[in-house]
Structures are given as C-alpha cells and as structure tokens.
DNA sequence: ACCTGAACACCGTTCAAGT
DNA sequence: ACCTGAACACCGTTCAAGT
C-alpha cells in the first residue's frame, strides 16, 4: 500500500493545471461552502473531472490543498505568541484570536479535524507542524503549572473546534463558551 | 406561510405506511448511519419516493421522526434526576450519563442540534419540552449558586454537543472533556 | 506523461397517472 | 385522499481515447 502522495507536479502544464484548481476551488469554498461540486470545481477551471480526481483524489485532499497556507500561518502565530508571552497568555491568544476564528472560516475546520485525527500518521508535514505547534503551547502552559496536567493538546484543540463550529454567528456566545473552557484548564483545586 | 406539519396521518393506511417509513428509516440509520439514501429507505420500506417526501419533506423531518422517543425520554430523564438529586448532581449526571452516550450514537445530535436551533419557534413539541427540561435543570443549578451565572443553557448543551460528536471511540477523551466543562461551569473565581 | 469528456451508477426531488 | 414509480437534473468517479 503506498501513500496517496497528493504532492506538486513537475511537469510545467501539469503544475499550472494544479496551481489553477487549487486558486478555483479557493474561491469556490469561499463563494458556496466546503459541499460545492467536484465536477462544478473542474468546468470552473476549465478541465476535465479526470485532471481533477488524479491531482486530488479526495474532496478531503483538495480542500487541504486550499487551506496549507492557513495551517501554515496558524502553525507559525503559535511560535510568535510562544516568544512574545508567558505561556498561558500565549495559548489563549493563539485559541481565542487564531484558531476559533481560522475554525469559523468554511473549510478549514474540516481541514483542522482531519489534521488532528491523522497526524499521528504524519502523512502530511503541514498537518504534522500544526499539532507540534499546538503541543508546544500547551505544554508551555504545564510547564509552568498555568493549566491543569490532565489535559492533553487535543482534548483543547477538539473543545475549541466544536465552540468554533457551533457558535456561528454569535460571538457573544462564543466568547462565553471559551471563557468556561479556559476557567475550565485552570490547574485542578 | 404554513407550518410544514408533519404530523402523522389520520387514515389508516396512511398511518400504517408512516409509522412503516419510520421504522425502516430507524434500522437504516443504525445500520448505515444518517446519511443514508432516502430513496434507499423508501425502497426497503416497499414504498414510493412520493410517499416518502411527503410525509417528511425534509431528510431533518424524518431524522426527527426517528428520534422523537429518544428525546422525549432525555427529557423525561431530566426531570427524573431533578427530583432526586440536588441541582448540580441532577445536571451533570443528566449531561454525562444521557445527554452525551445519546449524542454518541448516529443521527441523535443532527436532531439535538437542530432543536437547539430552531426551538424558540417551537415548531416541534418534543423539541420545545427537550429544552424546557434542560433550561430548568441549569437554573436551579444556577439559583443555588452551584454554577456560574454568565452562562446560557445552549452554551452548555453546545459544548456537550461539541464533546461528545468529537470524542468519537475514545471514552477517556470524553471524561476528560467534560471534567474541564464542569470545572469551568464552577462560580467564577 | 498528461489530459479530456462521455459514461456509469448513483443521489434528491417532482409529478402525471393511477387506486 | 393517498400512492406509485418513471423522469429530471444533478452528484462522484472512472476510463477509453486522444495529445
């Protein structure tokens, strides 16, 4: 069993047809959401379905192809908040301002769940960068007895997400939610 | 602009074919989870499509049809834990022990969900009952003082939501879930 | 090597025709 | 009144045929 390896073509018409599908179905998510045709996708480009499925041959590759860019800017604003803050502040910045947020973005959140569920199996190194990052914040924060020890990073990371996704359009209520989830992380009395 | 209505027919043959499209419906989403074909149900039902749709207009409809008992009983069990215990007792046992293994098992939270969206317009009975029920189980929580005071009772069902949905296969993660829920429900400090 | 686009087996939904 | 089931416009996915 080999690995899908949905990585950049080399060839110069082969890798023009990627870049344009990834910038088309970008804009596709953004317009009709992450359900938005395939097929719909590949006549927006200007290709044939069969281009599509060989670059991508899963909705869940395509959108992750989208959205590396946002994992990537995600990963590197927890290395800045962990050099600017002490490590409490530094992973409630990253949660409250960046990740729920990114999370609201249609797409992403899917992108987010799918990284924290297979990372372990690093099959893809942005993925892989993203749960190191947030790990590092979270372990910062033990390290220095701010949040409680029996937490780990993906019970924060799943309990962001499902604040993120079921709050849409209500701020206020989605302030709340993270208000108790962080009283919530405060080392155990 | 009329309420769908989708209530259960009066003549007998009618009945006979609705209460048949439920149950169906009901093994089809414990075999094959709630995604499953509504055209696949209707066969398997011995049905037409036609009957189908027009019993339940929606794929929400029929998901609520399935589900109302088990609401109803969430409901019931609420009012249960109230008499017998205190307020904060009653609330987190009703979370852990029935409102999160029954959002765990498929189809359940899609109509949990949506009752928690669309209830002010009381457009289902059950639905409107389900979050009477949990609104009075968080207010005389909060009327002892045994939860904070800033909080709503949505918010507390949409984080369960939220927990039990992503905690998928992994009961230890689930736990650890709602134990920082329920510290964070604590008074504020 | 890579691409096209017709073709396949589906899906949700509707509606003329039946009883 | 209620039901049937063919029909419609789609969907994801594949693959012979091209360049």
Redesign the pocket.
Known sequence: MRAPSPGR???A??????EHIVETAREAFAERGP????????QRA??????????F???EALIEAVYRSDIAALTDRAAELAAAHDPLAALESWVREQLVPAQQRPGIATTLKDALARAPEAFSLSKERFNQAADSLVRSAQAVGAIRQDVETRDILRMAAGIATSSEGDPAACKRMLTILFDGLRPAG
Chains 1, 2 share one sequence.
Do not use: K, Q, W
Request: aromatic share 6%; charged share 20%; glycine share 10%.
């Open positions: 073509p080399a060839r018409d082969a890798l023009r047809n990627y359900e938005v045709s395939l097929n719909a996708i590949a200007g290709i044939g379905a069969g281009t599509l499925y060989r670059h041959p899963t909705r």
